[in-house]
């Protein structure tokens, strides 16, 4: 019997919330990702992602490869943020940041109707992006990329203050810094932090939630390797469209999946890591 060629194109995708965990992960070990859903969950479409890496929202490839070693990265899980500022103070004092000057914020998102959670806490900072604006449009090299790391850094001798890497951020995370007479940023406390061996970056070890998670994306078995390689929930960037290759990430992080994620450790900047 001759059956008719069925061309995905003509049928419309239901999108792939009915697809279980245990369905993603059995077609991930064959090396495949499930793209859509047609004909009542009939059909799948299936992409390959061999030799590839990405946050699982969409299936849009936020991180073509890792190319530095540590990579660092942070995970941010919204739902797990109360807005006790304690990242925000913590980050102040650790980086010696000016009453006027920020290095991380706290972005209040309201909704209205008839919905449970009428209010949402946005934790931002500098993305670190892999493909950065800021040291492109830096005219004397102040903003770099460091080498070995990953981390966008600033050498403060070496800025003019013409702002110019200010207007190329896409998010906001630079001001000007009277003091040092330069634009000044985070730096995921590597001066002041990681450079003296510690694991964490300030605002990270300070959450009293585990909100900010901060990791190695280089290694499978980090923390932030798998939460951002996780199938219990969408993982996004900030403005995907600029195409900046950002290094934090974004999900809900409802406390069932991060237990399922974290094998019950809600909170694993208090209990397995070192600060």
């Not at 943020?81 to 290095?103: F, L, M, Q, S, W």
């Not at 934790?123 to 005219?139: E, F, G, K, Q, S």
């Not at 050498?155 to 330069?182: Q, V």
Request: positive net charge.
């Amino acid at each position: 019997m001759k059956f008719p060629k069925i061309n995905l194109d003509n049928l419309k995708n239901e999108g792939t919330d009915s697809v279980t965990p245990q369905e993603r992960r059995k077609f991930l070990k064959l090396g495949l990702a499930i793209a859509g859903v047609y004909a009542g969950g009939k059909i799948l479409s299936l992409t390959s992602v061999i030799g590839t890496a990405h946050a699982s929202g969409g299936g849009v490839e936020f991180v073509k490869k890792y190319p530095y070693n540590p990579h660092y990265s942070m995970v941010i899980r919204q739902s797990l943020c109360i807005d006790c500022e304690k990242c925000v103070d913590a980050c102040n004092t650790t980086n010696h940041v000016p009453e006027y000057g920020y290095r991380t914020r706290i972005l209040t998102k309201k909704y209205t109707g008839n919905l449970d959670k009428q209010v949402e806490f946005i934790p931002v900072l500098c993305n670190h992006c892999n493909d950065a604006p800021c040291v492109r449009a830096c005219p004397t090299k102040a903003t770099y990329k460091d080498p070995i790391t990953g981390i966008v850094r600033m050498e403060s001798k070496k800025c003019i203050g013409c702002k110019t890497c200010m207007l190329a951020c896409p998010y906001d995370a630079r001001y000007f810094s009277a003091a040092r007479r330069a634009v000044d940023k985070c730096d995921f406390c590597w001066e002041e932090r990681l450079s003296k061996g510690k694991k964490q970056t300030g605002c990270s070890a300070a959450c009293p939630t585990g909100a900010r998670t901060f990791g190695n994306l280089t290694d499978p078995d980090n923390i932030v390797y798998k939460l951002v390689h996780q199938l219990e929930e969408q993982v996004w960037v900030l403005r995907p469209a600029d195409d900046t290759k950002p290094n934090i990430f974004y999900m809900k992080g409802n406390m069932r999946s991060v237990d399922n994620i974290l094998r019950g450790q809600k909170f694993i900047n208090f209990s397995s890591e070192k600060r």
